[in-house]
């Protein structure tokens, strides 16, 4: 009945474990959240990222998701793994020592902060430690089933399912074959080779499900490539953010502190037990064989942050030792419980219960602050008592003990708490308001095609970056400091023209401040859609909105020559200005009839196509130009000009184009030496008899060389004419304004 009640007695603590992480500011929880809401759209949207492998997490969490309420999913999702979890350890225990050591060891894990923690986010590790200890229990009960077969089956799909759950686990992996071949009686080389061949056959059944899932919504079956991919890089990382020096980390490192607590107590048992003070037959060797087999993993996870991996200074990859900590744990009560008497014990337990319930009200005490400023200082005091009082091996000390060991994991759990002091209610509309984001979302664009852009700043900008996490963060992200643009290591994809962006702002005037900012990249954001995310407290606005090129030039009259005379530019959404291609404050860059090839650097890539000069085109008896491709690399392109160095330098370029035999319109670029497109051409003006003016404009914010390109589709034809780049010459104003423009 105790483990029954334990994620209930869990809330009563004051913290409410499965909803803590929402206000955090954590992104890779709100990533799964994601896959669970949408799992088909992620899985085609962003198949290549590593998060989208861990279908062994992703495809439950989207059942479950799918089945109930948003809320009420999270509930039993969480919930679910916190009992899978605990009767694991809870029957692993009773297995392999006695049903009172598996009983406290199970209320311990029950109560552990980062236990609790990895069971109540989204984030993997609660559920590679629930696969872990699924993996150790079918491994328990094959070891001494008659019919082991099923049992083994059911350890390799729980194996494949902690794999693929994060890889990582994958190095925990020695432990569970050490731990198989010591508790297993027989010594035959045949039962160990039949145990590889059905515990292959649960990892192969597994992996081919998952494999099947994947491959029915995106065409791909090796669904497993992107983590191992991620995890190459990950090897290969030689500064990564995880790399600090061990000061910066260890201080505050509370996960370590249980940890390093029976790692010296089972040393010193072992040590018992090897110097004869403890006597050696089948009961201490099973019990012997989980203190190893987590001295063993310990070790490994030591040994891979010394490698410079992330391990035990990072407490979501540390977590992953939690199982074998408490597995260690329970076979070291199992020495002290079994001399208690029955109401000793019981006294002992309800002890236990009643302390580790007080981590919600010792926050805020004063022994709290104390914990709080010297983490490791009474909790360390407390284990050693623990340890100085089990050496004298009477019933008294081993209930003092037991009590000091309780009241330490009481002191981790309160430290713990005042960091992660969440509001239950807020916390529930918190959830709820960012469900509700995703599913707008979702609805405005099912193929997550958008960009974010928000404040990290604002009162909801922890809200904001769950939003923008659920569709992968910086795989979807403009920027976290709106309405700015500036580009700083902060700023990950960059609005382009026809693309979708969603604003988060408690701001009614967001969709302005976007405009405004936009318009200095040449675009404008027409605003698509606006929805209201509100759930008590928590409210927000989303603006939907599609990035669209600045008609910078608004319009263009001709002289009789079918040269551009005067063009009227849109600098911003206030401002006009007049460019007049030939007055003297102007600087012709560049000028061509386009009917000299000598003119122009022709870039053939094929065995056809080329400029040839022809005749009778835009006007009678003038000459022009036919271009035509028969590679798509094929490009025609002016020589490199030396803009103005003035800041800021407006140009104006443009060419006449006709496309033949129905084909497309060209592609007019201007391009940088870096040959990064600056702006493309767009349609001015258009002739009855096919021929239209491609042009445009931009402001140079430095000096820069700059080249006019030209692009038809492979296999076609255009006739070209009139190509023209001009700029304002340093120091001139424009004579005209715009109010003179008819």
């Keep these: 009945m105790l483990v029954f009640a334990l994620p209930w007695l869990a809330l009563l603590t004051g913290t409410n474990w499965v909803l803590e992480s929402v206000g955090v500011g954590y992104i890779d929880p709100w990533v799964y959240l994601g896959f669970f809401l949408d799992l088909s759209g992620h899985l085609r949207a962003f198949g290549y990222a590593y998060n989208a492998g861990r279908l062994s997490w992703i495809l439950p969490g989207h059942l479950i998701f799918a089945a109930f309420p948003p809320l009420v999913a999270r509930y039993v999702l969480h919930v679910g793994l916190f009992y899978v979890a605990t009767f694991s350890l809870y029957l692993i225990l009773k297995a392999t020592t006695s049903f009172r050591a598996a009983l406290l060891s199970t209320a311990f894990m029950g109560f552990y902060c980062f236990f609790l923690f990895a069971a109540g986010w989204d984030y993997v590790d609660g559920a590679g430690i629930t696969y872990l200890l699924l993996t150790i229990l079918a491994l328990t009960y094959a070891a001494a089933a008659r019919h082991s077969k099923i049992w083994l089956t059911m350890a390799g799909a729980s194996c494949a399912a902690m794999v693929y759950c994060h890889l990582f686990l994958l190095f925990l992996v020695p432990s569970l074959l050490l731990y198989y071949l010591l508790i297993n009686d027989s010594n035959q080389l045949q039962r160990f080779l039949l145990a590889a061949l059905f515990t292959g056959y649960g990892f192969l059944a597994v992996t081919l499900a998952l494999g099947l899932v994947n491959y029915a919504i995106t065409g791909n079956f090796l669904f497993f490539v992107s983590s191992f991919k991620y995890a190459s890089t990950l090897t290969r990382a030689s500064k990564a953010w995880w790399q600090v020096p061990l000061g910066a980390w260890v201080r505050g490192a509370t996960w370590m502190i249980l940890p390093t607590a029976v790692f010296l107590f089972s040393l010193i048992f072992i040590l018992l037990v090897s110097s004869g003070r403890i006597r050696f037959d089948r009961r201490v060797r099973l019990l012997i064989t989980l203190q190893v087999c987590f001295l063993i993993s310990s070790s490994i996870m030591i040994a891979l942050y010394l490698l410079g991996q992330p391990s035990v200074q990072v407490f979501y990859y540390a977590s992953f030792l939690i199982p074998f900590t408490f597995l260690a744990l329970g076979t070291q009560l199992e020495l002290l419980t079994t001399q208690l008497s029955r109401q000793q014990f019981g006294c002992v337990m309800a002890s236990c219960v009643f302390i580790l319930m007080m981590a919600g009200i010792l926050p805020h005490s004063r022994l709290g602050s104390i914990s709080w400023e010297y983490p490791f200082l009474i909790p360390s005091t407390l284990l050693v008592g623990s340890l100085v009082l089990l050496v004298t091996r009477r019933r008294v000390a081993i209930m003092v003990s037991v009590v000091f060991l309780c009241a330490a994991l009481l002191l981790v759990n309160s430290r713990y708490n005042i960091s992660h002091d969440v509001d239950a209610t807020e916390a529930r509309q918190e959830f709820l308001a960012i469900v509700k984001s995703a599913q707008v979302v979702k609805n405005m664009a099912p193929d997550a095609d958008l960009l974010f852009w928000y404040q990290a700043h604002d009162h909801m900008g922890k809200m904001y ?152 085109c835009l006007l009678i008896n003038q000459s022009c130009g036919i271009y035509s491709s028969g590679d798509p690399r094929d490009h025609l392109a002016s020589p490199f000009l030396a803009a103005s160095d003035s800041t800021p330098n407006l140009v104006f370029f443009s060419i006449w184009a006709k496309s033949l035999k129905q084909g497309p319109t060209p592609d007019l670029i201007l391009q940088s030496p870096e040959f990064v497109t600056l702006a493309k051409g767009q349609k001015l003006l258009s002739r009855k008899d096919g021929w239209v003016l491609l042009g445009n404009s931009l402001e140079l914010k430095k000096q820069k060389k700059i080249r006019l390109v030209l692009k038809v589709q492979s296999g076609s034809a255009c006739l070209l004419a009139k190509a023209l780049v001009v700029t304002q010459r340093e120091g001139q104003e424009t004579p005209t304004r715009a109010s003179d423009f008819p």
Excluded: C
């Excluded at 408690?506 to 606006?530: F, P, T, V, Y």
């Design 465 to 616: 970056r769950a939003v923008s996490s659920e569709y992968m963060w910086g795989n979807r992200l403009i920027n976290e400091n709106f309405p700015s643009l500036e580009q700083d290591e902060t700023s990950f994809q960059s609005p382009a023209p026809e693309k979708h962006i969603v604003i988060l702002s408690e701001q009614n005037d967001a969709s302005e401040k976007a405009n405004l900012a936009l318009s200095r990249m040449q675009l404008s954001g027409h605003l698509i859609a606006q929805e209201k995310i509100e759930d008590g407290p928590i409210a927000w606005n989303m603006m939907f909105i599609e990035a669209q090129s600045l008609p910078g030039v608004e319009k263009v009259e001709v002289n009789v020559e079918e040269w551009p005379e005067r063009v009227l530019l849109r600098v911003n959404p206030r401002d006009e200005e007049i460019i007049l291609p030939f007055s003297s404050a102007v600087l012709q860059l560049f000028r061509s009839e386009v009917s000299d090839s000598h003119e122009w650097e022709i870039n053939r890539y094929g065995g056809s196509g080329g400029l040839m000069s022809t005749s009778n």
